[in-house]
């Protein structure tokens, strides 16, 4: 229970929890409460009707005074001036001042609430109204939530799992980015919003999973598959439910060729921050995470979940086993840092992909927040006009060809940002790069070293071309050299910013 101070009048405030809809799922203090209470008050649509009052019924005597609070509309339109919001406000303010008069008269107000009263309940409008005026307790009650995951019969959340609660009304696009990144997941006010809700769960791949429950605890209760679920028949007191993922049935892997599936996936510089929703989705539903150590040890550990980490330098070798496991009909993430695409692990599974043994598998790419991305945000904006992305590793081409479109680059004044610029084994390319730049750019062009961007370690700072020392450059280093455009100020809390015009200047 929650309780309030009053600064007001004398009488006191209940919001009451009765949960989700079972008479007997009532709490023992929410009787205590209607019986001690001088009114109950009830919200109800203009049909009369009233769940809550239903649910509380057997409670309610004859002596208490009953306060109706009916909805001037629900779903239609309205001609108020402030639209439907602005009608429900007026409503809601209203419905406020006629409790306050019960209460200013010194009597007690039980205000009934199915499910918890400060969960998607008409409650709360009150509350917020009411409660730093008078004396208030909130009595919780059995959410729907878990009436329905009571229903079903199964875990709803279990370990680590991340449960997200959702309202039917999102936009789907919404809608879809969460169910693909959750656990678990519960959608409430369905009605209306059934067909986009279902559209979500199919375009994030979570409808083979994903349950309905109908008017939990209550007359007329109904569960079932969501997938099987008519959606004419889908009332506004039900909810779609994402079960737990832990020692939920898996679909057995598939002995027919191409039913497997590889999905390679960035995770951005660095940590969970840097995921997207497709990201976490496809990491979540794969069998088999294939990837290096490194990326790897970012995504969290799943039971059921088998994961193969290797070394670095392997990639056909990773991408060819990752393929191989798809073949036999796993569902199959390949983890790459950063994005995929940009010097990272795609081309790699692509490649391989493109025999003849492996084109009737899937294969799919999702982007992640590149590396020059993240540390151009960090600096400010130097990628804000037209860039180039090279690498400086001559470990996969020549040092020739590296020099060569470093100088159409620098001739062409594009901003330059430099991948994989130094190593233990690779020492002296960063001072090549730096001079042969020089040529071309001002020795005060911004340089920005961007390192373990989006990790414990992160520095991001700024120097001059000229002042770019080759041994404070390692791996895990990104450099950002500015164009002839690009603007390097101190701002008046100190701190530098670098950023380049998206105008340049005519010829």
Do not use: C
């Not at 007026?90 to 009263?117: C, N, Q, S």
């Not at 004396?135 to 799992?161: D, Y």
């Not at 898996?250 to 390679?264: D, H, Q």
């Not at 610029?421 to 040529?439: C, N, Y």
């Amino acid at each position: 229970m929650s309780e309030q101070q009053s600064t007001g009048g004398t009488g006191r405030l209940y919001g009451v929890g009765l949960g989700p809809g079972d008479p007997a799922l009532m709490t023992v203090r929410a009787v205590q409460i209607i019986a001690e209470a001088d009114v109950v008050a009830y919200h109800s649509a203009r049909h009369g009707r009233s769940i809550a009052r239903s649910i509380a019924a057997q409670h309610i005597r004859a002596d208490h005074i009953e306060e109706a609070l009916v909805y001037p509309l629900t779903t239609e339109t309205t001609d108020h001036p402030g639209g439907y919001r602005g009608a429900l406000d007026e409503f809601y303010t209203e419905a406020a001042a006629r409790l306050a008069v019960h209460l200013d008269a010194g009597r007690t107000v039980a205000v009934l609430a199915e499910g918890d009263p400060l969960f998607y309940g008409s409650y709360q409008h009150m509350h917020k109204r009411l409660a730093h005026r008078y004396a208030t307790e909130v009595v919780p009650g059995v959410t729907s939530v878990s009436a329905a995951a009571a229903r079903l019969g199964t875990p709803l959340v279990e370990g680590e799992e991340v449960l997200t609660i959702l309202p039917g009304t999102l936009p789907e696009e919404e809608l879809t980015a969460r169910l693909a990144a959750t656990d678990s997941a519960v959608v409430m006010k369905l009605g209306r919003t059934f067909p986009a809700v279902r559209r979500a769960f199919e375009a994030s791949g979570r409808l083979p999973e994903a349950r309905y429950v109908e008017r939990a605890t209550m007359a007329g209760e109904r569960t079932g598959d969501l997938a099987d679920t008519d959606a004419d028949s889908v009332p506004y007191f039900a909810v779609a439910v994402l079960p737990s993922r832990i020692d939920a049935p898996r679909p057995a892997p598939s002995a027919a060729p191409g039913t497997g599936e590889v999905v390679v996936v960035g995770t951005g510089p660095a940590g969970p921050l840097w995921l997207t929703p497709e990201t976490r989705g496809a990491l979540a539903a794969a069998d088999d995470l294939v990837g290096y150590t490194t990326y790897l040890d970012r995504v969290p550990v799943r039971p059921g979940q088998q994961r193969h980490g290797s070394d670095n330098k392997v990639e056909s070798e990773r991408a060819e086993f990752a393929l191989d496991l798809a073949r036999r009909g796993r569902r199959v993430a390949v983890v790459s840092g950063g994005d995929p695409g940009v010097f990272a692990m795609a081309t790699a599974v692509l490649e391989v992909a493109s025999q003849d043994a492996y084109t009737d598998i899937a294969v799919r790419v999702l982007p992640g927040v590149t590396a020059a991305n993240a540390a151009a945000a960090r600096a400010g904006a130097p990628l804000g006009h037209d860039y180039a992305t090279l690498s400086l590793s001559d470990r996969l081409k020549p040092w020739e060809v590296i020099a060569e479109r470093l100088r159409a680059a620098a001739t062409a004044d594009l901003v330059l940002a430099l991948y994989n610029p130094g190593s233990r084994s690779r020492t002296w390319q960063v001072g090549k790069a730096r001079d042969l730049l020089l040529e071309h750019r001002s020795p005060d062009t911004p340089v920005v070293l961007g390192r373990d961007v989006g990790g414990p370690a992160e520095s991001v700072r700024t120097v001059r071309l000229a002042d770019l020392d080759p041994a404070e450059v390692d791996m895990r280093t990104i450099l950002i050299v500015g164009s002839s455009q690009t603007r390097w100020v101190r701002r008046g809390d100190g701190r530098q910013i670098v950023w380049t015009p998206r105008r340049y200047p005519e010829g």
